[in-house]
């Protein structure tokens, strides 16, 4: 089993539409967990930070569930310049760099 | 602000030839990364320095040499290059010292590298 497992898409969602990804991790002792996203041949950039209690940023809502071990990323409002793969990244125990795991991305494709 | 900078942006080797990959950051951040991108797989880390003048190993470091010249620079060598190196690389650096997984990571716009 991957350390982190996200769904590799493509989601095709319509303009304004809600959607949402999950992203699954197998060490149940992971500490640190972000959302990033990465546009086509860019490089990934920060979107969010996941905290225990659930975080939001405008139009974008990501959660934590410690139980099932997954986090997800909420898009409400789907704007066509949100169209990007978005990776989940997980870091275990130890706190360290070195066993940052970044999930494979979603592909988001918003359609006009 | 140009926050991290890779070059060369594209380059195409012959097997068994070397390069050298730079990168540098202006943020004043204590700890520099190295990544390489291959489809399906996610960003797995090849080398990083949680320090100046430190350097350890990540997930995938075979085949593959780091220096971290000064806090400002990073780079990556391929000594002898092989087609199974081919593929997207990135920079990143971060704030603290230590190489915490806890902070978030700045991106350079990578390089993509293709070995014949």
């Known amino acids: 089993r991957k350390e982190v497992e996200q769904d590799p898409g493509p989601f095709n969602v319509p303009e304004g539409a809600t959607v949402a990804f999950n992203c699954t991790y197998s060490?149940?002792?992971?500490?640190?967990f972000f959302w990033y996203r990465q546009d086509c041949r860019k490089e990934p950039k920060l979107l969010m930070s996941?905290?225990?209690s659930g975080n939001e940023d405008g139009r974008f809502t990501a959660q934590l569930n410690r139980a099932s071990q997954y986090i997800s990323l909420l898009i409400r409002d789907s704007k066509l310049s949100d169209s990007a793969t978005y990776l989940c990244?997980?870091?275990?125990?130890?706190?360290?760099?070195?066993?940052?795991?970044f999930g494979s991305g979603t592909q988001l494709t918003v359609l006009p | 602000n140009a926050g991290v900078t890779q070059t060369p942006k594209f380059q195409v080797l012959k097997t068994g030839q070397s390069m050298t990959l730079q990168c540098a950051q202006d943020?004043?951040?204590?700890?520099m990364y190295w990544y390489r991108q291959d489809p399906g797989m996610g960003l797995r880390l090849i080398y990083y320095s949680a320090s100046e003048g430190t350097t350890d190993k990540g997930e995938v470091p075979n085949g593959y040499n780091v220096s971290r010249l000064n806090k400002r620079e990073f780079s990556l060598r391929l000594e002898s290059a092989a087609p199974s190196q081919t593929s997207v690389y990135f920079c990143?650096?971060?704030?603290?010292?230590?190489?915490?997984?806890?902070?978030?990571?700045?991106f350079g716009d990578g390089t993509r590298l293709s070995i014949l």
């Open positions: 943020m004043n951040h204590n700890s």
């Open positions: 996941v905290y225990s």
């Open positions: 990143a650096s971060t704030q603290g010292t230590g190489g915490y997984g806890n902070q978030p990571q700045h």
């Open positions: 990244v997980v870091n275990p125990p130890l706190r360290s760099a070195r066993q940052l795991t």
């Open positions: 060490n149940s002792a992971s500490q640190s």
